[in-house]
T-cell receptor, first 116, second 112 residues
Framework: DADVTQTPRNRITKTGKRIMLECSQT?????MYWYRQDPGLGLRLIYY???????NKGEISDGYSVSRQAQAKFSLSLESAIPNQTALYFC???????????????FGPGTRLLVL | LAKTTQPISMDSYEGQEVNITCSHN???????ITWYQQFPSQGPRFIIQ???TKVTNEVASLFIPADRKSSTLSLPRVSLSDTAVYYC?????????????FGQGTTLQVKP
């Protein structure tokens, strides 16, 4: 979805380095998410935020931190990168679901991260 | 969140109808069924969502039997560009969970 952008699109870093992945959205959604995808494992939720300053852990938050200081931006940080954090990272946004429906998430293009 | 089971992979040929079935035996009363599509090196994209019976949009149809323990995504007359991974998700509707569980999905390969 072009309304959800991620930077950088590709990143190579070394073990122990701190890096930040950025996500921006112009959809006006309150909810934002960070997922990682590994081959054959589908997507796994790292962190999510329902509003500015609201932060919730997902199923695999260890080794990651996030910041949500504006509605449109949600940043993911790897404080000290390690090789098993090599993966494809996706940001997603959604709005509060209407009655009688489930929320629809809109995904960014992804950031491919390689930790050497 | 209800667990879903779907085939790991499927093959088809251009012009054929493809049906991908997802099992969700523990679906709860308030749960909805949603399908996403993911092309290589792209994020997943919403395809269709339903609660019961049949839902149709410009991309696909979703069939849900009365017991709602399974659902079938139907793609009419597929083309090579429909080659992708298809995810079946079950999650509570209208709520605050915000948690979608993406399993391995079904990798559909459309051949010429």
């Amino acid at each position: 979805d072009a309304d959800v952008t991620q930077t950088p699109r590709n990143r190579i870093t070394k073990t122990g380095k701190r890096i930040m992945l950025e996500c921006s959205q112009t959809k006006g959604h309150d909810r934002m998410y960070w997922y990682r995808q590994d081959p054959g494992l589908g997507l796994r939720l790292i962190y999510y935020s329902f509003d500015v300053k609201d932060i919730n852990k997902g199923e695999i938050s260890d080794g990651y931190s996030v910041s949500r200081q504006a509605q449109a931006k949600f940043s993911l940080s790897l404080e000290s990168a390690i090789p098993n954090q090599t993966a494809l990272y996706f940001c997603a946004t959604s709005d509060f679901p209407l009655a009688g429906s489930q929320e629809t998430q809109y995904f960014g293009p992804g950031t491919r991260l390689l930790v050497l | 969140l209800a667990k879903t089971t779907q085939p790991i992979s499927m093959d088809s040929y251009e012009g054929q109808e493809v049906n991908i079935t997802c099992s969700h035996n523990n679906i709860a009363t308030n749960d909805y069924i949603t399908w996403y599509q993911q092309f290589p090196s792209q994020g997943p994209r919403f395809i269709i969502q339903g609660y019961k019976t049949k839902v149709t949009n410009e991309v696909a149809s979703l069939f849900i039997p009365a017991d709602r323990k399974s659902s079938t995504l139907s793609l009419p007359r597929v083309s090579l560009s429909d080659t992708a991974v298809y995810y079946c998700l079950v999650a509570r509707g209208g709520g605050n969970t915000g948690k979608l569980i993406f399993g391995q999905g079904t990798t559909l390969q459309v051949k010429p």
